[in-house]
């Protein structure tokens, strides 16, 4: 959408906050319409006036905001020709209602809610040392590297042995709970936002086993329930690190979307069984609703024809695109009943 450049002021930015009756805002914008007939600017008016009436147009197909409020793009691309409408709920409330017709797009108010979904938090842990860091589908990320002064072992013997390993002991566990908080720093704004999928802890020998035996409690219990229960051993910290644990973490990682893709197809299972209008299947309406913007979650075979196109509209709109294997049961089930295409919706829809 920042790519998108007009000569004149001819671009229309909608923002809808919650709770914003959809009759008041079609009724501004038939205002603005009216006044649009004041520009003198015979291509500057036309393009204006075919913005606001796309924009009006979808809004009276929608019967009420949805919680997240609703954005809308608009306009003509003067060099191509080519012309754009998008409505959509962003992923986080919008914040401000907010009308604008200018030279380009207005997507501030979204940027700070566009971040990768899927991301995937790794602790790489030593007795003096971790890692924390994300996998996203973009790649990886160190989010903090942190080192702790733990001695080594003491060789005198004794009680004086005896009492300095009680000490060292007790360094590596302050350690391990200082990491805790800092994964509940790093990780709780995702767990709050739904982006973080799982947890991944690794390390060399025993030090993984030893840090959720003594910092288990001090991690957030969200994040705790999403900790992996298979624990990888790496032999690196840092960026290194965190690629070693990618490399030997496909498997779990394919075991996690496998489940999540089976939970969205039981979401859609169940809209399908209460007809409630937040299912569209077949590859013409989907397409449609793709194009108004109104699809949360694009369900769609992995084999399908034209699996490009309809990834493209989805990230367009911010809608989801879950892939759906033939490795799977319900992928026969899938495919014969509805032509490997169907969408869940954002709010109840009909066409």
């Known amino acids: 959408m920042k790519k998108w450049r007009s000569h004149a002021t001819t671009l229309l930015s909608l923002y809808i906050p919650p709770g914003r009756p959809i009759s008041d805002v079609v009724t501004m914008l038939r205002q603005e319409l009216a006044i649009s007939e004041n520009i003198k600017l015979k291509q500057t008016r036309d393009a204006v006036q075919w913005a606001l009436t796309a924009a009006i147009e979808r809004l009276s197909m929608i019967r009420e905001v949805p919680k997240n409020g609703l954005v809308l793009f608009a306009g003509i691309n003067k060099d191509t020709g080519d012309t754009i409408v998008y409505v959509f709920s962003p992923p986080d409330p919008v914040p401000v209602f ?67 390993d009680r000490i060292i002991e007790q360094m590596v566990e302050e350690f391990y709970k200082n990491v805790a908080e800092k994964i509940n720093s790093y990780f709780l704004p995702l767990v709050e936002s739904g982006k973080l999928k799982g947890v991944i802890i690794a390390g060399p020998g025993y030090a993984k086993q030893d840090f959720l035996k003594v910092a288990s409690e001090a991690i957030d219990y969200r994040i705790r329930n999403l900790i992996i229960n298979e ?48 299912v569209i299947y077949g590859p013409k309406d989907v397409e449609d609703a793709l194009q108004k913007g109104v699809v949360d979650k694009l369900l769609i075979c992995e084999d399908h024809e034209e699996f490009e196109k309809f990834e493209k509209l989805a990230e367009s709109t911010s809608a989801k695109v879950v892939i759906v294997p033939n490795t799977i049961d319900e992928y026969q089930w899938f495919k014969d009943t509805f032509a490997c295409i169907a969408a869940i919706t954002r709010y109840p829809v009909t066409f």
């Open 98 to 164: 907010f009308y604008r017709t200018d030279k380009e797009f207005h997507t501030e108010f979204l940027e700070p809610m566009v971040e990768e979904s899927d991301v995937y938090g790794v602790v790489i842990i030593e007795r003096d040392a971790a890692t924390i860091g994300l996998i996203k589908p973009s790649g990886i990320q160190v989010l903090d590297e942190i080192e702790w002064f733990i001695p080594g072992k003491h060789h005198k013997g004794g009680q004086s042995q005896r009492r300095f």
């Open 231 to 278: 624990l990888i051993d790496v032999g690196y910290q840092g960026i290194v690190g965190l690629r070693e644990v990618v490399l030997k973490a496909k498997d779990i990682l394919s075991k996690q979307r496998f489940v999540d893709t089976l939970s969205i197809i039981e979401e859609f299972k169940y809209h399908l069984a209460k007809d409630d209008g937040y």
